[in-house]
């Protein structure tokens, strides 16, 4: 398989060549009622060609830029590719993007087609404020006068059996494929010039590593505009042979996995933290003899216990955990963010192994990943075989390849700042063990510097601090500071048993003081938080302190508590 991707032009050719070897096998599923439907790959390659004589007939051509910002769903992706096998440039943007960052991606790479999801996000956009066609904007679920996604198919829908560009090999490798705007913990986002051959080196390069194999299903959960996903699941199931069947909401994730039945999930670690959570509370529930032997076993309480021990209890609660989520999970994927190494030890031990890999934007986005048989939990991998990873004099991560990108859209002087000499600065700081295993040690951008000048990393102590199961959200500051501080966001169902029906706070305050101290035992004074003060609603993506991928934006979060972060300094 990983030979065929080495032979192909374009996305697209792959797309079709993948379709047509078994046109009625099925590619993906959608959400419908109580269940999950099939579409057929015939189908799925016959939507993609009307999609895309549609936006021929449109006007749109090569080089254009497509806008596409709308949930994950099988129209999305025969969209995608529809876009791509005209050799038009696919925008894809986050459907929690306010309306500041989408006036700037407007005026920043001018599309010239804008695909939304419906009237409330048009609401949001205001496009004709911004000088934009009314005739080149199409809504999914469109309302009285709006002209749907719909219209475009039917637009192409004669032309459907004639043959596009793609097919016939006239878009190559070098061809840009993807404007990608990173999510932005600070500033403007950034639009990342992605090629055909970029995604497609990436895809050679972690088959090596990740197994991704016809014949498999995943549910699709993280948003496709976000570049894990689309590399992966999306470009990688789809060219691959998999299939895929996509999430109905977020906070159905559980149920959809029992429907669906997958094989994998790939997702980041705020998922696999939530199942982890929910898995130990069961077990410390558990009651008798049982619940101790199983307790004992998987590591959790008591001395060690014997290998006989270990093995039947991960045995019987890997089975638990499987049935919850379908039956037929073979193992994870995680990325786009640090995973705590106790949590992908403990999957490891049931036999339910979390592959943790790296990646950012500009490189496609992975450049390292564990391998399914050699799981190193605390590392992020080994480097995939087509990319050159060295460790700068500084400790930062520099990487080299054919999946590093084109560069960033109309911003060539930050272009000049993060690729040098054609090594991708990744602004992450890393070290490589004596197996070739990467340890990502912290955010050369985000680092602490108190004022005694001892350089912290934020995301070691907030990993900590959020491993302890009073602490659902962590973030810590302490620039120019002598001493850390914190904002907590304590978890609620347990918060509301320390605090009682008196609600007496102190006694949170009290049990918060006690899981500090003990998730950031044994680290020197400087890396002690000494103050802290209690959130009174999470982080979230809505009030614009997480991005889409759940990362905690550190500028927004100091600008809304300006006033609990000056009470504690």
Known sequence: MTAAVNTLANLAVGLFARCAENPAATIAWSHQGEGFSPTRAGEFAEGVRAYAHGLLRMGIRRGDRVLLMAPNSVAWAMLDFAILSIGAVTVPLYISFGARELHYVLGDCSPKLILLQNAEMLQRLSPHDWGVDPEHLLLQHPGEGQRGWSALAELGAADVHSPLPAELGEIQRQDLASIVYTSGTTGWPKGVMLS?????????????????????????????????????????GYLLGLENAYA?????????????????????????????????????????????????GLGIEGKEAGSWQRALSSGIVRRQVRRRLGGRLQYFVSGGAALDPAIASFFLRLGLPILEGYGMTEASPVIAANPLRAIHPGTVGLPLPNVELRIAADGEILVRGPSVMQGYWNNEAATQTTVIDGWLHTGDIGELDASGYLHITERKKELIVNSAGENISPQKIEMRLASQPLIAQAVVFGDGL????????????????????????????????????RALAGLPSFEQVRRFAILPTPLSEQEGTLTPTLKVKRRRVAERYAEQLAQLQ
């Not at 995943?218 to 470009?235: C, K, M, Q, Y």
């Not at 997702?267 to 008798?288: D, H, N």
């Not at 304590?490 to 007496?504: K, Q, R, Y």
């Open 196 to 236: 055909h051959g970029n995604f497609l080196s990436n895809i050679e390069g972690f088959l090596h590593l990740v197994p991704l194999r016809a014949g498999q299903r995943l549910l699709s959960v993280l948003p496709l505009s976000h570049v894990f996903e689309r590399a992966t699941g999306h470009f990688g």
């Open 248 to 296: 109905e909401r977020p906070d159905t994730v559980l149920r959809d996995l029992r429907a669906v039945q997958p094989d994998l999930l790939i997702a980041v670690p705020r998922i696999f933290q939530l199942l982890y959570e929910r898995t130990l509370r069961g077990l410390q529930e558990r009651q008798g003899w049982v619940g101790k032997f199983l307790r004992r």
């Open 482 to 517: 002598p001493y850390l501080i914190a904002l907590l966001y304590p978890n609620p169902e347990l918060a509301a048993s320390i605090v009682g029906a008196a609600n007496d706070t102190r006694r949170l305050e009290q049990a918060l003081r006690e899981s500090i101290d």
